[in-house]
Nanobody, 122 residues
Framework: QVQLVESGGGLVQPGGSLRLSCAAS????????MGWFRQAPGKQRELVAT???????NYEDLVKGRFTLSRDNAKNTMDLQMNSLEPEDTAVYYC????????????????WGQGTQVTVSS
């Protein structure tokens, strides 16, 4: 079984910073793309940023220049450094990972974490 566990959410004032972490555990061969998504109340889940196994990143326009995504392939972890946070960043943040398992053939599965709340408010 594969698990993604997020940590690092919380309450922060506008202009502040938070660092979210996601750790993958369980039995698998490798992880392809990892990413963070978020869902604000009354809105659909949206992409925040993704990172490939080779370290190539992609950011949603509203977070470019404020958020930085990194990963450690040896530890199966991913971190999202969020700076200059705004009230509009308030949401539940979800970790996602494309997990590769090899049985009689290689298959890729999409896994989600349980979510961590980020609240930006004065």
């Amino acid at each position: 079984q594969v698990q993604l566990v997020e940590s690092g959410g919380g309450l922060v004032q506008p202009g502040g910073s938070l660092r979210l972490s996601c750790a993958a555990s369980g039995t698998f061969d490798s992880i392809n793309t990892m990413g963070w998504f978020r869902q604000a109340p009354g809105k659909q889940r949206e992409l925040v940023a993704t990172i490939t196994s080779g370290g190539n990143t992609n950011y949603e326009d509203l977070v470019k220049g404020r958020f930085t995504l990194s990963r450690d392939n040896a530890k199966n972890t991913m971190d999202l450094q969020m700076n200059s946070l705004e009230p509009e960043d308030t949401a539940v943040y979800y970790c996602n990972a494309e997990i590769v398992k090899t049985g009689w053939r290689k298959l890729t599965y999409s896994y989600w974490g349980q979510g961590t709340q980020v609240t930006v408010s004065s």
